[in-house]
């Protein structure tokens, strides 16, 4: 599935990539036509908080009633099959575009305890974001294991 999170839930969207899912995140102040729009167009399911919205996306659209992160992870597990562990840490969090493995100089611009870790070792095409197997990644892939139902 490719989602399209409204602009209210901006952390639901980043939790989405973590776990390797295609999620769009809606511009600021992208009208109610424009996100039904560019669902159909890139054929995503829509994730809002505006229950009319997601009426008017009929069996497209999800809408989540709660403002709590973990809540709408579940919410939207309720609503569709989310596979919390389809490919985590695949893609970038902010802008959604597939990772590539680091190269050696990227590697070498990281800080030091970083750059000693056992990687992997990823990077942005787009945004020259790198990323690396941190603490950070470790809380996150245990909230996706909670997700996901694991032991």
Request: charge should be negative; proline fraction near 3%; charged fraction near 30%.
């Given at each position: 599935m490719r989602w399209l999170c409204d602009e209210m839930l901006v952390r639901l969207a980043r939790l989405l990539r973590a776990a390797g899912h295609d999620t769009a995140l809606?511009?600021?102040?992208?009208?109610?036509?424009?996100?039904?729009?560019?669902?159909?167009?890139?054929?995503?399911?829509?994730?809002?908080?505006?229950?009319?919205?997601?009426?008017?996306?009929?069996?497209?659209?999800?809408?989540?009633?709660?403002?709590?992160?973990?809540?709408?992870?579940?919410?939207?597990?309720?609503?569709?099959?989310?596979?919390?562990?389809?490919?985590?840490?695949?893609?970038?969090?902010?802008?959604?575009?597939?990772?590539r493995p680091a190269t050696a100089d990227e590697i070498a611009a990281m800080p030091p305890t970083a750059a000693a870790g056992p990687g992997p070792f990823n990077a942005c095409p787009a945004c020259r974001r790198l990323f690396w197997p941190g603490s950070h990644v470790k809380r996150l892939a245990a909230r996706l294991d909670r997700l996901a139902g694991a032991p």
């Open positions: 809606a511009s600021g102040g992208a009208g109610d036509a424009a996100l039904l729009r560019q669902m159909r167009e890139e054929d995503r399911i829509l994730v809002t908080r505006d229950r009319d919205l997601a009426a008017s996306a009929g069996g497209q659209g999800v809408w989540l009633a709660d403002d709590d992160l973990d809540a709408q992870a579940a919410e939207l597990s309720a609503a569709r099959a989310v596979d919390w562990r389809l490919a985590p840490f695949t893609r970038c969090l902010m802008d959604n575009t597939p990772l």
